[in-house]
T-cell receptor, first 111, second 112 residues
Framework: QKEVEQNSGPLSVPEGAIASLNCTYSDRGSQSFFWYRQYSGKSPELIMFIYSNGDKEDGRFTAQLNKASQYVSLLIRDSQPSDSATYLCAPLGTGFQKLVFGTGTRLLVSP | DTAVSQTPKYLVTQMGNDKSIKCEQNLGHDTMYWYKQDSKKFLKIMFSYNNKELIINETVPNRFSPKSPDKAHLNLHINSLELGDSAVYFC???????????FGNGTRLTVT
C-alpha cells in the first residue's frame, strides 16, 4: 500500500466549476496535512494546511480532513484556468519532521 | 528576495562524474531537506538536517552525500553519477515541527 494515494488524473473541469481533489494516507499517526500546487517546470508551493478534523476555508480553497477515514481533500471553488496544475497531498509523517508526498493529481480547467 | 535558492538550475553531465548542488535559505529556518522528483513527478525525501544535524536519511545510495556547514546551507554531492540519477532535485526548508516546507526552484540534473 502506498503511503499517500491520489488519483493522477487529469481531472478536467470547466471554468467556474468546483474541483474536488482527494487523498488517502496510510500513517494513522499523521497529524498535519499540507496541499501543494506545482505548475509544470516549477517548484511546489503551499496553498493550504489543515491539522484538525473538519473543514478549513481560505478564499476559494477548502481543505477537508477526516482522520478516522484517513482521508483529506481539497475543494477549489470557481475554478480558473490558472488553477491548472498538479496538486500534491502531503501528510506529515510521525516521528521526524518528514512530509510524505502523494504522486499528485493533475487538474485541467478549461475556459 | 529569494527565500530558498539552489544552484545550478540545470546540470548536464556524463555518467561517472561527480557533481554538487548548493542550497541556501535566508528564512532563518532550522530544518533543511533534499527531495528528488523523478520523471513520473513523484517527490521523495532524501535527507533532512536540523541545525546541521542529519535527522532523516532515507534509502539513498551512499554515492549521495549531504553536507550542512551551517543551518542556512545544505549542499548535496553526488559521486559516480548514473543515468538513473537524472531527476529534479529540490532543496527545502521549514521552521520546525508542523511547519510547511518552502521549496527552492529545483536543479534539473541530466546524466548522459
Amino acid at each position: 500500500q502506498k503511503e499517500v494515494e491520489q488519483n493522477s488524473g487529469p481531472l478536467s473541469v470547466p471554468e467556474g466549476a468546483i474541483a474536488s481533489l482527494n487523498c488517502t494516507y496510510s500513517d494513522r499517526g499523521s497529524q498535519s496535512f499540507f496541499w501543494y500546487r506545482q505548475y509544470s517546470g516549477k517548484s511546489p508551493e503551499l496553498i493550504m494546511f489543515i491539522y484538525s478534523n473538519g473543514d478549513k476555508e481560505d478564499g476559494r480553497f477548502t481543505a477537508q480532513l477526516n482522520k478516522a477515514s484517513q482521508y483529506v481533500s481539497l475543494l477549489i471553488r470557481d475554478s480558473q484556468p490558472s488553477d491548472s496544475a498538479t496538486y500534491l497531498c502531503a501528510p506529515l509523517g510521525t516521528g521526524f519532521q518528514k512530509l510524505v508526498f502523494g504522486t499528485g493529481t493533475r487538474l485541467l480547467v478549461s475556459p | 528576495d529569494t527565500a530558498v535558492s539552489q544552484t545550478p538550475k540545470y546540470l548536464v553531465t556524463q555518467m561517472g562524474n561527480d557533481k554538487s548542488i548548493k542550497c541556501e535559505q535566508n528564512l532563518g529556518h532550522d530544518t533543511m531537506y533534499w527531495y528528488k522528483q523523478d520523471s513520473k513527478k513523484f517527490l521523495k525525501i532524501m535527507f533532512s538536517y536540523n541545525n546541521k544535524e542529519l535527522i532523516i536519511n532515507e534509502t539513498v545510495p551512499n554515492r549521495f552525500s549531504p553536507k550542512s556547514p551551517d543551518k542556512a546551507h545544505l549542499n548535496l554531492h553526488i559521486n559516480s553519477l548514473e543515468l538513473g540519477d537524472s531527476a529534479v532535485y529540490f532543496c527545502a526548508s521549514s521552521r520546525g515541527y508542523n511547519s510547511p516546507l518552502h521549496f527552492g526552484n529545483g536543479t534539473r540534473l541530466t546524466v548522459t
